[in-house]
């Protein structure tokens, strides 16, 4: 064994000594106590943090520090960056918005569709389903805008607008935006004060101000904590055009990419507010892969017409002792398919006289439990 372990280290030495390749540079990351350093004035949107008083200060350093700490995390900030935050930079100049909003996305949600909490909050900017559909979002089982980054960012905006018109102040409109507005106004009233740095808050609550501050210095200034990306490390935007689609019936998101020449996942991840596999009736504005606008209405028409026509739908009667393995078996389909065909909850067992539908081409079966 120890004459292996010389072996494999000579040739390993004589590789590095003859090898005309160039050695992998290795970039150690600045010093942490060096980061966290302050240069200059520090301010969200405009109103200034008190870093030279040293209870804020630390706060600030403490999680600076924790985010810098996390850097696969950070990597994936900046790579998402150029993706969503134009369009969150947009909107946010169009309605006159402070530029530092944009940053409490990233703390919420670290730009990810389907982020969810352990409290209910979803999507971008990390809506409960009240207050998304107090703003304007459908949530429901079938459609979530709170996964809409459009969507979900311009009922952000409005609610943002509501909480500043409440407290005048943007550190507090965003202490509220975490906490509740309600919360909030309480704890003002009770500690006779409305100075956020001021305020004994939830600690989450206390530590949100200082990770949005976090997200900016990082985002605004990269090279100096240590992350240098190309413009190639950054995920490029996508790019996408609007179709509406008229659903006279549930539809298949299937037949959507069909009609859009493109697959499933590409539909889906473009509109990731649709749950499931498929639309409900109705009204859709979906975002289709660039080029696929034209001629999709006529494709859609000919891809529904095909699929109605090939479908044949068969309404079964749950019996006694009936269970879905045996259901689907019979019927010679997959049992995930009778599952998402009937939006079936697994952890709810089945019931007598419950009417399942099962779509199957070609000639259906004579079966009495068949029903129309």
Same mark, same amino acid.
């Given at each position: 064994?120890?004459? /292996? #372990? /010389?072996?494999?280290?000579?040739?390993?030495l004589l590789v590095s000594e003859t090898s005309d390749a160039a050695p992998i540079a290795s970039t150690e990351p600045p010093s942490l106590v060096a980061s966290v350093r302050i240069e200059g004035n520090l301010d969200f949107c405009g109103e200034p943090v008190p870093v030279g008083e040293r209870e804020v200060r630390e706060? &600030?350093?403490?999680?600076?520090?924790? =985010?810098?700490?996390? *850097?696969?995390q950070v990597i994936l900030w900046l790579k998402r960056s150029s993706r969503y935050l134009p369009y969150i930079e947009e909107v946010l100049q169009k309605e006159g918005m402070p530029g530092d909003l944009r940053y409490v996305a990233v703390a919420e949600s670290a730009l990810r569709a389907h982020a969810g909490s352990s409290k209910g909050a979803m999507g971008y900017w990390q809506f409960m389903r009240s207050t998304g559909r107090k703003y304007g979002l459908t949530v429901n089982d079938r459609?979530?805008?709170?996964?809409?980054?459009?969507?979900? =960012?311009?009922?952000?905006?409005?609610?943002?607008?509501?909480?500043?018109?409440? #407290?005048?102040? $943007? =550190? /507090? !409109?965003?202490?509220?935006?975490?906490m509740g507005e309600d919360g909030l106004m309480a704890e003002i009233l009770e500690q006779g004060t409305d100075d956020f740095y001021r305020l004994y808050l939830p600690l989450e609550t206390q530590r949100f101000i200082f990770r949005i501050l976090s997200v900016k210095l990082i985002l605004s200034a990269p090279e100096k904590y240590g992350f240098e990306l190309t413009d190639q490390d950054f995920y490029p935007p996508f790019e996408f055009e609007e179709v509406r689609?008229?659903?006279?019936?549930?539809?298949?998101? *299937?037949?959507?990419?069909?009609? !859009?020449?493109?697959? #499933?996942?590409?539909?889906?991840?473009?509109?990731?507010? @649709? *749950?499931g596999h498929h639309l409900p009736p109705g009204t859709h504005t979906l975002?289709?892969?660039?080029?696929?606008?034209?001629? #999709?209405?006529?494709?859609? =028409?000919?891809?529904?017409?095909?699929?109605?026509?090939?479908?044949?739908?068969?309404?079964?009667?749950?019996?006694?002792?009936?269970?879905?393995?045996? @259901?689907?078996?019979? &019927?010679?389909?997959?049992?995930?398919?009778? @599952? +998402? $065909?009937?939006?079936?909850?697994?952890?709810?067992? +089945?019931?007598?006289?419950?009417?399942?539908? @099962?779509?199957?081409?070609?000639?259906?079966?004579?079966?009495?439990?068949?029903?129309?």
């Open positions: 064994m120890q004459r /292996l #372990f /010389l072996l494999i280290a000579a040739l390993g706060r &600030y350093e403490k999680e600076l520090l924790l =985010t810098l700490w996390d *850097r696969p459609i979530d805008e709170r996964r809409s980054l459009k969507a979900s =960012t311009r009922a952000a905006v409005r609610y943002f607008k509501d909480l500043y018109g409440l #407290f005048g102040s $943007w =550190t /507090l !409109a965003a202490a509220a935006y975490n689609v008229e659903c006279l019936h549930e539809t298949p998101i *299937r037949i959507i990419a069909l009609a !859009a020449g493109t697959h #499933f996942k590409a539909v889906k991840d473009l509109n990731p507010e @649709i *749950r975002l289709v892969p660039k080029g696929a606008s034209a001629g #999709f209405q006529e494709r859609y =028409t000919r891809c529904m017409e095909s699929y109605l026509s090939a479908k044949k739908d068969s309404v079964y009667l749950v019996k006694q002792g009936d269970n879905l393995s045996a @259901i689907a078996e019979r &019927y010679g389909v997959p049992l995930l398919s009778l @599952i +998402i $065909w009937n939006r079936l909850d697994v952890r709810r067992p +089945i019931h007598p006289g419950q009417k399942l539908v @099962i779509h199957q081409e070609g000639p259906q079966k004579d079966d009495e439990e068949e029903q129309d």
